[in-house]
């Protein structure tokens, strides 16, 4: 039976869900102006002196918007991943992105809300929500990349005490040294069949047999990555996040938030750059004119926000389609939303930089670190590749080359 593309099925967006509620707006100017009082500076100093963005995530945690997103019961905001992506956003915008706000409380706060037992979620989301406690997120491993059919971490019952022991290497996890816990994607055996389910478990930092070993990056970020080493890390049974045979539907409900946060992390980064462009273009005169009145800067410039806004719609249906309860919906929009405003980012800052000239690699100006940053999003959590190969099977019934 030939598979229907899956842009033939319905996806109802919520009645206008294009337009931004005037608490989503008051929401996106109190965030802003919270990031302003930071600024970029503040951002390059703790990036350049090995400190961490600890004064404006704490800040950001008790005025709440860094638990915007999770259930009222549990601290939260009540909101949902709107909210949490404007938060993110107008951060960026202002030269402040924190990019832990991708895996805590948009990846882990969403999987344990949603799936979690009654007592994970009073032990770990009250501290998501107001910033006390930070959650890392670990699925990569050295030979599965974006594949995660292929991870190799395994758990495995100590049937004497109910213990879970779990077995395995993880790489390029942000912010393991900061962050509590982590939530660990590893596999277990199903008993019926012998092959391997994914499942999600919650490590503390210190717990025996769980290393890290730092990551070193060319990127500029205060946030360092990690690969991790487990080596028969025992967990008690109640470290197993929901239902062991619902993990790989668990999996994907935190990857969609994870997507819709790099969309915004790229939309805010794309916005910093823009905003400096445009203000170094009104300004800077070299003939009669400012060198924003010709039209080979005004043009790329124009184009740069012209598609910083497409990718932003995009990201607002991702969203309205998730806060909706539309899981299938929002996984293509998620990965569309991303492609695009990953692909909006490195333009802009591109653009930017090279409006300012020799400018825009100096030090002063402070633009020309964002361009290894801009790649982020292209990059990771997957590949514009991977996401083209999403939509052509998923989104266009294509058949697979692999």
Same mark, same amino acid.
């Given at each position: 039976?030939?598979?229907?593309?899956?842009?033939?099925?319905?996806?109802?967006?919520?009645?206008?869900?294009?337009?931004?509620?005037?608490?989503?707006?008051?929401?996106?100017?109190?965030?802003?102006?919270?990031?302003?009082?930071?600024?970029?500076?503040?951002?390059?100093?703790?990036?350049?002196?090995?400190?961490?963005?600890?004064?404006?995530?704490?800040?950001?945690?008790?005025?709440?918007?860094?638990?915007?997103?999770?259930?009222?019961?549990?601290?939260?905001?009540?909101?949902?991943?709107?909210?949490?992506?404007?938060?993110?956003?107008?951060?960026?915008?202002?030269?402040?992105?924190?990019?832990?706000?991708?895996?805590?409380?948009?990846?882990?706060?969403?999987?344990?809300a949603r799936y979690g037992t009654e007592e994970q979620k009073r032990r770990w989301l009250p501290g998501l929500a107001d910033g006390t406690r930070k959650m890392a997120f670990g699925i990569t491993e050295p030979d599965a990349g974006s594949n995660s059919h292929r991870i190799t971490t395994t758990a495995r019952r100590d049937e004497a005490t109910g213990d879970w022991l779990l077995t395995g290497r993880k790489i390029y996890v942000s912010g393991v040294d900061i962050a509590q816990d982590t939530l660990i994607v590893g596999r277990? *055996?199903? !008993? %019926?069949?012998? /092959?391997? @389910?994914?499942?999600?478990?919650?490590?503390?930092? +210190?717990?025996? $047999?769980?290393?890290?070993?730092?990551?070193?990056?060319?990127?500029?970020?205060?946030?360092?990555?990690?690969?991790?080493?487990?080596?028969?890390?025992?967990?008690?049974?109640?470290?197993?996040?929901?239902?062991?045979?619902?993990?790989?539907?668990?999996?994907?409900?935190?990857?969609?938030?994870?997507?819709?946060?790099?969309?915004?992390?790229?939309?805010?980064?794309?916005?910093?750059?823009?905003?400096?462009?445009?203000?170094?273009?009104?300004?800077?005169?070299?003939?009669?004119?400012?060198?924003?009145?010709?039209?080979?800067?005004?043009?790329?410039?124009?184009?740069?926000?012209?598609?910083? *806004?497409? !990718? %932003?719609?995009? /990201?607002? @249906?991702?969203?309205?389609?998730?806060?909706?309860? +539309?899981?299938? $919906?929002?996984?293509?929009?998620?990965?569309?939303?991303?492609?695009?405003?990953?692909?909006?980012?490195?333009?802009?800052?591109?653009?930017?930089?090279?409006?300012?000239?020799?400018?825009?690699?100096?030090?002063?100006?402070?633009?020309?670190?964002?361009?290894?940053?801009?790649?982020?999003?292209?990059?990771?959590?997957?590949?514009?590749?991977?996401?083209?190969?999403?939509?052509?099977?998923?989104?266009?019934?294509?058949?697979?080359?692999?």
């Amino acid at each position: 039976m030939t598979a229907v593309p899956h842009a033939a099925a319905s996806h109802v967006l919520p009645q206008n869900a294009l337009i931004e509620s005037g608490e989503l707006a008051d929401l996106r100017a109190s965030v802003a102006a919270l990031a302003r009082s930071y600024g970029r500076a503040y951002f390059q100093t703790v990036t350049r002196e090995g400190r961490h963005t600890d004064a404006l995530w704490a800040e950001a945690g008790k005025l709440g918007f860094l638990g915007v997103n999770l259930p009222e019961e549990y601290g939260g905001g009540g909101g949902g991943m709107r909210e949490l992506w404007a938060v993110l956003e107008e951060l960026g915008a202002q030269g402040c992105p924190l990019l832990m706000m991708v895996v805590s409380p948009a990846i882990c706060g969403t999987v344990i809300a949603r799936y979690g037992t009654e007592e994970q979620k009073r032990r770990w989301l009250p501290g998501l929500a107001d910033g006390t406690r930070k959650m890392a997120f670990g699925i990569t491993e050295p030979d599965a990349g974006s594949n995660s059919h292929r991870i190799t971490t395994t758990a495995r019952r100590d049937e004497a005490t109910g213990d879970w022991l779990l077995t395995g290497r993880k790489i390029y996890v942000s912010g393991v040294d900061i962050a509590q816990d982590t939530l660990i994607v590893g596999r277990t *055996e199903d !008993a %019926r069949t012998g /092959t391997l @389910k994914p499942c999600l478990f919650v490590v503390p930092r +210190d717990t025996p $047999g769980f290393v890290r070993n730092l990551i070193p990056m060319e990127l500029q970020a205060p946030e360092k990555q990690f690969e991790l080493v487990l080596d028969d890390v025992r967990l008690p049974a109640d470290a197993l996040v929901g239902d062991e045979d619902a993990g790989l539907l668990q999996l994907f409900a935190g990857l969609n938030p994870e997507r819709i946060m790099t969309a915004a992390f790229a939309l805010g980064m794309g916005r910093y750059a823009l905003t400096r462009a445009v203000e170094y273009a009104k300004v800077r005169t070299v003939w009669k004119q400012p060198v924003g009145a010709h039209q080979a800067i005004a043009h790329p410039l124009a184009q740069a926000h012209i598609e910083l *806004e497409l !990718a %932003r719609l995009m /990201t607002v @249906k991702a969203a309205a389609l998730y806060d909706a309860g +539309d899981d299938t $919906g929002a996984g293509e929009a998620a990965n569309m939303a991303k492609y695009a405003a990953a692909e909006a980012n490195i333009k802009a800052v591109d653009q930017a930089v090279h409006t300012l000239g020799g400018n825009g690699l100096s030090t002063e100006y402070g633009l020309a670190a964002l361009i290894n940053a801009a790649r982020v999003a292209r990059i990771a959590p997957v590949s514009r590749e991977m996401i083209l190969n999403y939509v052509s099977h998923q989104s266009l019934g294509l058949p697979k080359s692999y």
